[in-house]
């Protein structure tokens, strides 16, 4: 059997926290700014959880993680 390996584009963009939420960053902040309101760019601030929809996924791509 091959052995399983962790995707690593999904390991840099994700961290599992302690409590087993995974962490990621904030989408639509990387260009195109001066458009947008400065409301909205410093919403788009900081990180946040990604969706329990979306925990298998993440599951799957990094089997080590303990998800």
């Not at 584009?9 to 302690?18: E, Y």
């Not at 939420?21 to 990387?30: D, H, N, S």
Request: net charge positive.
């Amino acid at each position: 059997m091959p052995k399983m390996k962790t995707k690593k584009s999904a390991a840099k963009r994700f961290r599992v926290r302690p409590g087993g939420t995974v962490k990621r960053g904030q989408a639509f902040k990387r260009h195109i700014l001066t458009k947008k309101s400065t409301t909205r760019k410093r919403q788009l601030r900081g990180a946040t959880n990604v969706h329990d929809t979306n925990m298998g996924h993440i599951a799957q791509m990094m089997p080590f993680a303990g998800l």
